[in-house]
C-alpha cells in the first residue's frame, strides 16, 4: 500500500509492521512523532502491545531492556541529548545482547542549543557496542524499522541496532513510500524467541559481572559478533526482497564508483545531492562517483577499501566534528578501514550541516573541485575543509 508520509510516520509504520511486544516512550524534537503515531496505533488497536510512559530517555532504554530480558520485542526512540542521557545504559544494552531496536532522530548537540539535525549525536557514540545504520530516505527508514530486527535478533548477532535518521530533512520531509503488508511483514519477521531471557525453569544469569579473568572474553565475543553482522545483514536483506519487493545493497552503497577518480564519501540524506552532482560532474567529463555508507557499524572496511583502491582522491563529507581531532569520525574510519587493508588515497574531510545548515550543490561542487585540484597534486591531503565558513579558518588542517 502506498502512503505520504514523514521519516517519523514511515518508521512507526514499519514498526508496527515489526509487532513489538513492549514500546517505552519519551518524547524529544524531532523525534516525538514516531512515539505519538505509536501510541495513536496502539489506542486504536492497530498495534496490539504495552506502551510504557516513562519519565526520561535513561528509564525508556532500562524499561526497553527490562522487557527484553523477560523475552519480549522491545522498541523505543530518542534524540540528541535524549541519546546522551541513554549513554550509561547503551553499554549494558549491548553487553546485555539485548537485541533492541532504537530509533535515533539525528540532531545536533549542545551548546549552543540547536533542535536541528546534524550527525553528532549517534557518531560520539559508535564505540558503545550498537550497530549504526542510518537511513537515506523514508523509504529506506521504513524498512530499515524491519531490517533492524531481523538482524538484531538473529543468534550470530544478537546485539542491539540504532536506526538513524536525519532530523527534520527526512523526520518530518513527506514522501510516498510504499508500506508491506501484514502478511509480507509477518513472513519476513517472524516472532521473536531467545535463550537469553528470564526463565525460572532454566534460570540464567543476567546483569552478570565479570573480573579481569574473563572480561576480555565478552568483549572479544560482543565484537566478533558485530562483525558477523555484516554476513547477516546481506541474507537479511535478501530475504526482504523475496518477502517485500525492495533490495538493498548491503552495508555500503555505491554509485558510478567503478572507474571514478573521485570519489565523496558520505552518509544519510546528504547522498541524494552527492549524486546528483556527480551526475553533472559525469556528463562534463569528470569520473565523479559517491560512496553512502550505510552501516557505520560493523565497519564496511572490505567494502570501502575496495571501493577507494583505484581512485586519484578521496572526500568524506560529514555532518559532525571530532573537536581537537584529525578530522570527524567518519573521515577517521574511512581512512583507518582503508589503510588496514593496504590502500592509502589522498584525502579530504568535509564538515557540513552543522546544526541543520542546508548541504548545498554548489557545496558539493566545492568539494569534488577540492578533490580534482588534489589529484592534479595542487592541494593538501588531510585538510578538514569546514563548508559555509569563508574566513581563513574555513580550511583547518
Not at 63 to 69: E, K, P, V
Not at 250 to 277: K, N, P, Q, W
Amino acid at each position: 500500500m502506498r502512503k505520504f508520509l514523514s521519516g517519523n510516520e514511515a518508521f512507526a509504520e514499519g514498526v508496527r509492521l515489526a509487532r513489538p511486544q513492549v514500546i517505552s516512550a519519551y518524547p524529544i524534537t524531532p523525534q516525538t512523532t514516531v512515539v505519538e503515531a505509536l501510541a495513536s496505533m496502539v489506542e486504536e488497536g492497530s498495534l496490539a502491545c504495552e506502551y510504557l510512559h516513562v519519565e526520561s530517555e535513561h528509564a525508556a532504554l532500562a524499561a526497553a531492556m527490562g522487557a527484553s530480558a523477560t523475552g519480549a520485542r522491545t522498541f523505543t526512540a530518542t534524540s540528541s541529548q535524549g541519546l546522551l542521557y541513554m549513554a550509561e545504559c547503551l553499554t549494558y544494552a549491548s553487553g546485555g545482547r539485548f537485541p533492541i531496536v532504537m530509533m535515533n532522530a539525528n540532531r545536533a548537540l549542545a551548546l549552543p542549543w540547536n533542535i536541528y539535525g546534524d550527525q553528532r549525536d549517534s557518531l560520539s557514540l559508535l564505540d558503545h557496542g550498537w550497530i549504526q545504520v542510518y537511513a537515506e530516505n523514508n523509504q529506506e527508514a521504513l524498512d530499515l524499522a524491519l531490517m533492524a530486527y531481523a538482524v538484531a535478533e538473529d543468534e550470530r548477532v544478537s546485539l542491539p541496532v540504532m536506526v538513524n535518521v536525519d532530523g527534520f530533512a527526512l523526520t518530518h520531509t513527506y514522501e510516498s513510500v510504499e508500506v508491506p503488508e501484514a502478511q509480507a511483514a509477518d513472513a519476513f519477521l517472524p516472532p521473536y524467541a531467545t535463550a537469553n531471557r528470564f526463565d525460572f525453569e532454566r534460570p540464567v544469569s543476567i546483569g552478570y559481572s565479570a573480573g579481569p579473568e574473563f572480561n576480555g572474553h565478552y568483549q572479544y565475543w560482543h565484537h566478533r559478533d558485530m562483525l558477523a553482522a555484516e554476513t547477516v545483514v546481506e541474507e537479511v536483506e535478501a530475504r526482504f526482497a523475496a518477502t517485500c519487493g525492495r533490495r538493498y545493497p548491503g552495508l555500503v552503497d555505491a554509485y558510478r564508483c567503478e572507474d571514478a577518480d573521485l570519489v565523496l564519501v558520505t552518509l544519510g540524506s546528504a547522498a541524494g545531492i552527492a549524486r546528483d552532482v556527480a551526475d553533472e560532474l559525469r556528463a562534463a567529463g569528470t569520473r565523479a562517483g559517491v560512496l553512502r555508507i550505510r552501516y557505520l557499524r560493523p565497519v564496511p572496511g572490505r567494502q570501502l577499501a575496495e571501493a577507494l583502491a583505484g581512485v586519484a582522491a578521496v572526500g568524506v563529507l560529514e555532518k559532525d566534528i571530532s573537536f581537537g581531532g584529525d578530522g570527524g569520525a567518519v573521515f577517521s574510519t574511512v581512512l583507518v578501514a582503508c589503510a588496514r587493508r593496504g590502500v592509502a588515497r589522498p584525502a579530504l574531510n568535509f564538515i557540513g550541516g552543522l546544526g541543520g545548515a542546508d548541504i548545498s550543490r554548489d557545496q558539493v561542487r566545492v568539494c569534488f573541485a577540492d578533490l580534482e585540484r588534489l589529484a592534479a597534486g595542487q592541494g593538501e591531503a588531510g585538510r578538514v575543509v569546514f563548508l559555509g565558513i569563508d574566513d581563513e579558518e574555513g580550511g583547518l588542517r
